[in-house]
């Protein structure tokens, strides 16, 4: 029976997932997941999945082509139009929410987009011990005493010694016949990686701009986070000039000053130098604007500091333009100008609604850096 239920589950676990795959692109676009993400739990609604379920009729009630009525009445049950009828006590139709995992969703997304693995660099890594228990040990708390090991060691004995009586099975343990659950230490290597995130908070991002670099922050996250078990995201806005700030304050604070997008980009750099030496992070600096900056000889600096610093330490930077009325888109063509195809660590993608973010997120993912 069991088995039965582990297997039927398997089984709708599966056509969850078809069916998420099969509509990712209007989970990205609307961004449902975000606002219903827990910890480790992402709730996702299905109203196209019914859960199977036995329904009972009425015995008054007539087979086809039975009971009142005559030739040419409609077929049915006569159900009041919306907005009309009373209140009821019977339950509706509802969507069902179904709980998927982080690492089940990075999944899905991965095939989906056919995301290549990353192939992490840097010498050093962070070690991660993990318990794991993996023996039997003659002593340890009584919190891990091996029930089943203590009882088979007492009627070894007894049967040994010859007091065991099969008339009178009475097993009763002593010190040395007491049996623990042990454990060894797992080391394990493991790399760890930063994301950071810049985004323009000036006047013409407006909140649909910001919605959109949400959405797609949320999976890029996601995508990440499986393929590094130590990582960290830290987030800078800026306008004439830039600040760290945590996440919320990020998707939520409005300017109306200038840009100056090497405010942005020095802070960044200091960051990684204080905090993230490239032998032992993964770095991955995510930059979202509508193109403005306030001069060329900013956008100047920009390319120095990209050039001199950011490109040489970081495994890809990554530049998504927000289309906004307001925006000319300058800076997307100043870069893609500059680089060209000569770096292969620099990525460019513009994002013109919501419909663009999947393709957005393959074109910063899809090299597997």
Partial sequence: MIDNI????????????????????????????IGRKGKDLVSIPLPQIEIPRFRFGDREQGGVG???????????????????????DQPGNHSLEVDLTLQELAEILGEQLELPKIEPRGHNTLKSKTDKYTGIASQGPSSLRHFKRTFRETLRRQIASGIYNPDNP?????????????????VRHENNAVIIYMMDVSGSMGDE??????????WIDT?????YQGIETRYIIHDATAREVDEDTFFKTRESGG?????????????????????DWNIYPFHFSDGDNWSGEDTR?????LEKNLLK??????????????????????????????????????????????QSIKDFLGKGK
């Fill in 313 to 358: 330490t970081c495994n890809v930077f990554c530049y998504g333009q927000v289309e906004s009325r307001y925006g000319s888109g300058q800076f997307y063509k100043d870069l893609r100008e500059h680089f060209g195809n000569q770096h292969d660590s620099v990525i460019l993608s513009k994002i013109e609604n919501k419909e663009g973010i999947l």
């Fill in 301 to 305: 600096v920009c390319l120095e500091i």
């Fill in 259 to 279: 840009t100056l997008i090497s405010s942005a980009y020095k802070l960044c750099e200091k960051m990684i130098e204080t905090d993230y030496p490239p032998t």
């Fill in 6 to 33: 582990k297997r039927d589950h398997s089984r709708f676990r599966s056509i969850v997932k078809g069916r998420i795959k099969q509509d990712l692109k209007k989970y990205v676009t609307h961004g449902e997941m």
């Fill in 170 to 186: 009475v097993i009763i343990p002593i010190r040395k016949d007491m049996r623990y659950r042990s454990w060894k230490s797992d």
């Fill in 223 to 227: 995508w990440l986070r499986s393929q």
């Fill in 66 to 88: 039975q009971g009142e009525g005559k030739a040419g009445d409609p077929v049915g049950q006569g159900d009041p139009q919306p907005g009309e009828g009373q209140v009821g």
């Fill in 209 to 218: 701009q910001k919605e959109i670099v949400r959405t797609e922050a949320f």
